[in-house]
């Protein structure tokens, strides 16, 4: 049985502390995912490499988070927050992790380099990805005065704002997903057909970063309008 200080401990007088804590651990992984992509246009594959396993550790470290906060969660106790809607926004930060992992180990794995045309758009579209992370990881981290206040007030007008930010950010990810869909689209016979289906899946991989991001902030939205 899991004893009531360890809970304490885990928790202390947060019920979404470790919620946090997992966030912060989620956005230093997608946080490195600008320069690992600045390494590849160099193809400099030692530092891809190297910055591919810091992305994967830091993965890892989320993944413990995880595994912890579902593992001692109180079952039997009041929580000022819904324990399933606690869990639902834990899937979504750890699928962020999962996903800048993906991306960096295929792009790796494959030696895989953003055509120079399209470079700059994608630099941008990973910048928005990681923005839309960021944005995410900021209404998190207003969760406990949101619980502190009992969801009123001046703090809800507060991450409601923010999350209004961050569904423009998401907006603007779509936008620069389809530009680089379609510029992807006009050099694509020129390429190998093999290298244009990868290319795809990192492009909708990076759209979904930004995707996921937009959901923590939807399941938080959820949350106020209770």
């Given at each position: 049985m899991v004893s009531r200080n360890y809970i304490y401990r885990l928790f202390g007088d947060s019920p979404v502390r470790p919620l946090q804590k997992h966030m912060t651990k989620v956005f230093k992984c997608i946080n490195e995912l600008p320069a690992f992509v600045k390494a590849t246009y160099n193809n400099d594959w030692d530092e891809a490499a190297k910055l591919r396993s810091k992305i994967a550790d830091l993965e890892s470290d989320a993944d413990k988070l995880k595994k912890q906060l579902r593992m001692h969660?109180?079952?039997g106790v009041m929580l000022?927050?819904?324990?399933?809607?606690?869990?639902?926004?834990?899937?979504?930060?750890?699928?962020?992790?999962?996903?800048?992992?993906?991306?960096?180990?295929?792009?790796?794995?494959?030696?895989?380099?953003?055509?120079?045309?399209?470079?700059?758009?994608?630099?941008?579209?990973?910048?928005?990805?990681?923005?839309?992370?960021?944005?995410?990881?900021?209404?998190v981290n207003e969760m406990d005065e949101l619980v502190e206040t009992g969801f009123r007030g001046k703090e809800v007008t507060l991450v409601e704002s923010i999350l209004n930010d961050l569904d423009d950010i998401e907006s603007d990810s779509d936008r620069l997903q389809r530009e680089i869909r379609s510029q992807l689209?006009?050099?694509?016979?020129?390429?190998?057909?093999?290298?244009?289906?990868?290319?795809?899946?990192?492009?909708d991989g990076t759209g979904d970063l930004a995707?996921?991001?937009?959901?923590?902030g939807s399941r938080l939205q959820l949350l106020l309008a209770r």
């Open positions: 969660l109180p079952k000022p927050v819904d324990r399933r809607d606690l869990l639902e926004v834990l899937t979504m930060q750890d699928k962020i992790a999962n996903r800048a992992q993906d991306i960096a180990g295929l792009m790796v794995g494959r030696h895989m380099v953003i055509p120079a045309s399209m470079q700059a758009t994608f630099t941008e579209f990973m910048q928005r990805s990681v923005e839309a992370a960021a944005m995410a990881r900021k209404a689209f006009e050099i694509e016979k020129e390429l190998d057909p093999v290298d244009v289906m990868f290319l795809y899946k990192v492009i995707d996921l991001a937009e959901r923590v």
